[in-house]
């Protein structure tokens, strides 16, 4: 049991569950704002387009509600039993549109992490590259004599 108190007590302290938390958190108030998107601009759009009906009423009733007149006031006697699938469509259209913004989202983020990577990767090439020809330039040019006290070194090499 010390053990896993042990690894919980360095798991904690690494840092990813700040991390997971602040992710946690931004994850919420991005839901709130995909809520509020679908809530009030596209599920309106969609119901003006499928016929004015507001999906979160689209029911199916298995057993409609009994009513009877009380001092003549209609009153509920059994209220009404459906299976609302409008609320069940509505959270799988909020679920497509917050995966959508967070594809896109990911998408933007690794092109431009890979921008950067070849930005970097360039630099770093170019900086070598600079680096050998500034070595190149410092080392002392070969003459004559040791061209050819190579070509002779060649040539014993190869009989």
Not at 26 to 53: C, E, H, Q, R, W
Not at 74 to 95: H, K
Not at 112 to 120: A, G, N, S, W, Y
Not at 143 to 150: F, N, S, V
């Amino acid at each position: 049991m010390k053990k896993f108190f042990e690894e919980f007590k360095e798991f904690i302290s690494r840092g990813n569950v700040i991390d997971m938390a602040v992710a946690v958190i931004i994850g919420n108030a991005f839901k709130a704002i995909i809520t509020a998107l679908v809530d009030n601009v596209i599920m309106p759009l969609i119901s003006l387009a499928v016929g004015g009906l507001n999906f979160t009423e689209w029911k199916w009733v298995l057993t409609p509600a009994a009513t009877e007149m009380v001092d003549g006031v209609e009153t509920v006697v059994t209220p009404e039993v459906a299976v609302t699938y409008g609320v069940l469509l509505q959270a799988i259209i909020d679920f497509l549109i917050v995966a959508f913004c967070i594809f896109v989202a990911l998408k933007i983020l690794l092109a431009v992490q890979t921008k950067t990577k070849e930005l970097l990767t360039k630099k770093a090439e170019e900086e070598a590259a600079a680096e050998e020809a500034a070595a190149v330039e410092a080392a002392p040019a070969e003459t004559q004599e040791d061209i050819l006290r190579d070509i002779r070194e060649l040539l014993r090499q190869d009989k």
